[in-house]
């Protein structure tokens, strides 16, 4: 779950890779502390842990949303309706059958957050991804406009 999305990064390429770097790096922040505000209040449970005091999600967030959201800004940054579109469909994918086989294989389970709660989360950090680019480029490389 973890080392396979990897293995697409070098078909990325190094110009997309380091374009859209920083704001992958600050969603996957964002998610780390959404998963210790998340184990707080006990939005979903995982039954085990990898170590103590690290987020049991942590495989989810460096595996395939890390990659999965160079590979969505790659195709679809510049066209907010596509990235739109295609965000809601695979966070719905993973959503209502994503879930279901991690419950089922015993990895996570929703307690406190219903499904469209869930997709709810998911789109908030859509929009928190496409502004961090559009900040980034904005201030900080405004030559890839």
Do not use: H
């Not at 989810?60 to 990235?83: A, C, D, E, Q, R």
């Not at 928190?128 to 030559?143: A, T």
Request: charged fraction near 15%.
């Amino acid at each position: 779950m973890t080392i396979l999305p990897w293995l697409s990064i070098p078909l990325l390429g190094v110009r997309t890779f380091k374009r859209f770097l920083p704001s992958v790096i600050f969603m996957n922040l964002y998610l780390v502390a959404e998963g210790r505000f998340a184990e707080k209040k006990k939005w979903w449970w995982f039954p085990f842990s990898v170590k103590p005091n690290v987020l049991a999600e942590l495989p989810l967030i460096i595996g395939p949303f890390f990659v999965g959201s160079f590979w969505i800004l790659k195709y679809t940054y510049g066209k907010f309706n596509l990235y739109l579109l295609a965000n809601v469909i695979i966070d719905s994918l993973f959503t209502y059958l994503g879930m279901n086989w991690l419950k089922k294989i015993g990895y996570v389970s929703l307690v406190r957050l219903t499904k469209f709660q869930l997709s709810l989360v998911f789109l908030i950090k859509t929009f928190l991804l496409y502004g961090s680019q559009v900040l980034y480029e904005k201030c900080f490389n405004p030559s890839l406009k």
